[in-house]
């Protein structure tokens, strides 16, 4: 079995990041929000305050004026040509995408070209959590409750804050655009929790 991160590492991009601005131009009153977005990652990022996943709940509130099942489809009809075509020639029925990402927005590019998913639970309307943000350790947690002591044969990822998982994988990838190399099992990333 191989295992992947998503964002930037399969999709060339940050796919939340995509679909925050895709909804903004069918969703205009997501506008209100930006000043408490803003707030929110001057908040986490610049005075350090809070958690990663509140930061995130911040933003994730633009999902109260979005449907979100049809934006979701509809996003994906435009952009799962961003997945990379390395991937896909070496796509693998038992693949395993692990990712930070809210799974409602994950899930249909893996039922469209067969990949298992692992992703952080988020509420599709309320872009409230429900579960741990799917980061670092969380990763391994949520693989081990899905999947036991199964192998990782392979694990690739565009950042080393997965060393979590690259630990217990037969051999890890780190992944910059389209080149993919050997992990560096030197190179220690504290985790932006």
């Not at 109260?64 to 934006?71: V, Y």
């Not at 391994?140 to 690739?156: L, P, Q, S, W």
């Not at 690259?166 to 560096?184: L, N, P, R, Y």
């Amino acid at each position: 079995m191989n295992v992947y991160d998503f964002d930037r590492t399969i999709y060339d991009g940050d796919s939340t990041v995509d679909f925050y601005f895709f909804c903004m131009k069918r969703h205009k009153k997501m506008l209100l929000l930006l000043p408490s977005l803003v707030g929110g990652y001057l908040k986490y990022y610049l005075f350090k305050i809070g958690t990663k996943t509140q930061c995130k709940q911040t933003m994730y509130k633009f999902l109260k004026f979005c449907d979100a099942d049809k934006d979701v489809n509809d996003f994906w009809e435009h952009h799962i040509s961003k997945v990379k075509s390395w991937y896909i020639k070496q796509k693998r029925s038992d693949d395993v995408i692990i990712s930070a990402s809210p799974e409602f927005l994950i899930n249909p590019c893996g039922e469209q070209l067969g990949f298992n998913v692992i992703a952080s639970k988020v509420d599709k309307k309320s872009g409230k959590y429900y579960g741990e943000n799917c980061y670092y350790n969380e990763k391994v947690n949520r693989y081990r409750k899905a999947y036991g002591t199964a192998k990782i044969d392979e694990f690739y990822s565009d950042h080393y804050s997965d060393e979590p998982l690259a630990q217990i994988s037969e051999k890890a990838f780190i992944v910059d655009k389209d080149t993919i190399i050997d992990w560096d099992f030197n190179k220690h990333i504290k985790p932006n929790i």
